[in-house]
């Protein structure tokens, strides 16, 4: 078993529609957890970071957080052309370890 | 806040070559820095952990003689990839990690070409 899975798409989804990501870690200890948007060819940049069960929004992202059931899920509202990106899931899997692991990316199409 | 910036942007070298890239911290203090490398259609490879004032700690697989990392400052940390081949060619990203958060801010990474 992978210690952070996504699928890895690709996932289409309607301009104006919710997309919703999806991942799901390994070790029931993990304390942090975030989401990096990655365009094609440029590097990853940080969308929202999360440490507490349940949501946490911001603009149009909501970032959800289920320790008990071990994933991490990112909604994006009124999705726009522009959010067409890979997605990667990366979590602390252990406290201290002082590194981040990175899921494989769920890449999203959103279609005008 | 949290810029990170790399150098260069890119690189084309011949085999055999070795090159150094820069990662810079702008706005705030990284004790912890990491590189990575990324392949086209992969996904990230954490390639080290870097702290500041002392050595590297390399993954499993990569060539700590080849990839030489150097944290002098809690600004500015160093990747030289020491004779360079083709199969070297990758995309190059380095990371800072802000205070003790677990937060990574990206570089926007140095894209290397070895002829």
């Known amino acids: 078993q992978k210690e952070v899975e996504q699928n890895s798409g690709p996932l289409s989804v309607p301009e104006g529609a919710i997309a919703s990501l999806n991942c799901t870690y390994s070790?029931?200890?993990?304390?942090?957890f975030f989401w990096y948007r990655q365009y094609s060819g440029k590097s990853p940049e940080l969308i929202m970071f999360?440490?507490?069960?349940g949501d946490k929004e911001d603009g149009r992202f909501t970032a959800q957080l289920n320790k008990a059931s071990q994933y991490v899920s990112l909604l994006i509202r009124d999705s726009q052309p522009s959010d067409s990106a890979t997605y990667l899931c990366?979590?602390?899997?252990?406290?201290?370890?002082?590194?981040?692991?990175f899921g494989q990316g769920t890449r999203l199409t959103i279609n005008p | 806040g949290a810029v990170v910036s790399q150098h260069p942007s890119w690189v084309i070298c011949k085999s055999g070559t070795s090159v150094k890239i820069e990662c810079r911290s702008l706005?705030?203090?990284?004790?912890?820095m990491f590189w990575y490398r990324q392949f086209p259609k992969q996904s990230l490879m954490l390639m080290a952990t870097?702290?500041?004032?002392?050595?590297?700690?390399?993954e499993q697989g990569v060539e700590k003689d080849k990839f030489l990392i150097n944290h002098a400052s809690l600004t500015l940390s160093t990747l030289t990839v020491t004779s360079a081949h083709p199969e070297d060619s990758s995309f190059y990203i380095c990371?800072?990690?802000?205070?003790?958060?677990?937060?990574?801010?990206f570089g926007p990474g140095t894209r290397l070409t070895v002829l």
């Open positions: 990371s800072a990690e802000a205070g003790n958060t677990d937060t990574q801010y």
């Open positions: 070790d029931r200890g993990s304390q942090s």
């Open positions: 999360i440490y507490s069960n």
């Open positions: 990366a979590v602390n899997l252990i406290q201290g370890a002082q590194k981040l692991v």
């Open positions: 706005d705030f203090q990284a004790t912890t």
């Open positions: 870097s702290n500041e004032g002392s050595k590297a700690t390399y």
